[in-house]
């Protein structure tokens, strides 16, 4: 008995000592959960998901709203149909929600005209409610009508469960009643997931360079307005929340009673494009910004590294019609893959999607530059995960010129080949 005793204890001694070894090593590779009802970490520029939690949970978004508001004006401003210098006149509905101490405003005067960019600013930087309704208004659009713009774009973005009120964050019941949106509850207001808010910051930080400096001012002059304007996102004037070798760049704040303290914040780290998106962080106002400290700084001691993923063969060619040669190289210089979080050691699946206007079908139409981007790849790896279904993404960019040619110099080229 004394034997197995000893044997036992020998056992039960060398196990705990194992397992002593093994949980570090697990610990390290667990998700940590951070002081809010979501919180979700992405690249900007191929969507994986580097941390999350509850992101896909609809919460409501409060001022996060105003993000996709600006892209819809920056679309109007893109097909001609606004421009930065537009003048919009502050109407008395907008007057009184611009003019109200319970809205984050920054104080416009009924019946004076502000330009488009001023008003642009003012919403993003300081979240005017004020201001962000008379950019909804700016075509004479109702409220309506504005929020049937908002989920167009939404779902352009890959948004399709979105709950749209009006262009600001507020309840329905907080507008003046001629900005309400009729047969709605009062108490309704804009509701998505932090994967929702997550897409809509990356375009904005990708695609949209003028909106992206905007968002990473400090502090504004507003026409009429005596000193500057400061942010409300501490994160880019307070140096108590600066995190080592990583460089904030915006983004936008959002408060309600419902949303609690809201924060999207874009942010450079490792020469990559993040965006963090932090709904209802617990306690007071600030914890939002030290929530995003505290992910930024998980992130950091992870010491993961963004590794080039190199294409696979099946898509390094795409074919080509109208032009020469029939088939062009392509290559992903941007598509990577952050440490080693994959299990597998199998070739991740890949496909392209070419840019409409340069594609027949599955051909690349010709003529196309070198170095010109003509598509997306997607790339889905085992173990990764985000936030297009399809995968990873990256833009693909031919690495040689193709001519135009008609079918004579096609056939002749081919006939050459051949022999």
């Known amino acids: 008995m004394k034997i197995i005793k000893q044997t036992l204890t020998?056992?039960?001694?060398?196990?705990?000592?194992?397992?002593?070894?093994?949980?570090?090593?697990?610990?390290?590779?667990?998700?940590?959960?951070?002081n809010a009802r979501a919180t979700l970490m992405v690249d900007a520029q191929t969507g994986q998901i580097l941390q999350e939690q509850n992101a896909d949970q609809k919460l409501p978004i409060a001022s996060l709203s105003k993000l996709l508001t600006v892209l819809v004006i920056q679309d109007e401003i893109n097909h001609h149909q606004l421009s930065w210098q537009t003048k919009v006149k502050i109407t008395p509905a907008v007057g009184e929600v611009a003019n109200n101490p319970e809205y984050s405003n920054a104080g416009l005067t009924v019946g004076k005209a502000y330009s488009v960019k001023e008003l642009v600013t003012?919403?993003?930087i300081k979240s005017?409610?004020?201001?962000?309704?008379?950019?909804?208004g700016a075509k004479g659009?109702?409220?309506?009508?504005?929020?049937?713009?908002l989920q167009k774009k939404a779902k352009q973005l890959g948004v399709n469960n979105a709950t749209i009120v009006n262009a600001v964050g507020l309840q329905n019941g907080d507008l003046p009643k001629s900005l309400q949106v009729k047969g709605v509850k009062s108490s309704a207001e804009n509701m998505m997931t932090a994967s929702d808010v997550a897409k809509i910051a990356s375009v904005l930080v990708n695609n949209e360079p003028q909106l992206a400096q905007i968002a990473s001012q400090p502090t504004f002059t507003l026409t009429g307005k005596a000193g500057t304007l400061a942010t409300t996102n501490k994160l880019l004037t307070d140096a108590a929340y600066q995190v080592a070798k990583v460089k904030y760049t915006g983004l936008k704040t959002g408060t309600s009673n419902a949303a609690g303290y809201c924060l999207a914040t874009a942010a450079t780290y490792q020469g990559r494009k993040i965006i963090t998106i932090v709904l209802h962080a617990n306690g007071q106002s600030d914890d939002r910004?030290?929530?995003?400290?505290?992910?930024?700084?998980?992130?950091?001691?992870?010491?993961?590294?963004?590794?080039?993923?190199a294409l696979t063969e099946d898509v390094q060619n795409v074919k080509v019609t109208g032009g020469l040669p029939t088939e062009v190289n392509v290559t992903a210089p941007k598509l990577v893959v952050w440490g080693k979080q994959t299990t597998s050691n199998a070739a991740p699946r890949m496909t392209i999607k070419l840019i409409k206007s340069l594609a027949?079908?599955?051909l690349l139409r010709a003529p196309v530059g070198a170095n010109q981007v003509i598509g997306t790849v997607y790339a889905q790896e085992n173990g990764i995960a985000t936030l297009d279904t399809k995968g990873l993404k990256a833009p693909i960019e031919t690495s040689i010129p193709v001519r135009q040619a008609n079918f004579f110099q096609i056939l002749w080229h081919q006939i050459i080949e051949d022999n």
């Open 360 to 362: 027949r079908g599955e």
């Open 10 to 34: 020998i056992i039960l001694t060398f196990w705990m000592v194992l397992m002593a070894g093994l949980v570090p090593a697990l610990a390290t590779t667990q998700t940590p959960k951070f």
């Open 128 to 136: 005017a409610d004020g201001a962000t309704l008379a950019l909804a």
């Open 289 to 309: 910004f030290t929530v995003t400290q505290a992910m930024y700084r998980w992130l950091v001691r992870q010491n993961l590294q963004p590794q080039k993923l």
């Open 141 to 149: 659009d109702s409220t309506a009508t504005f929020n049937q713009k």
């Open 122 to 124: 003012t919403a993003l």
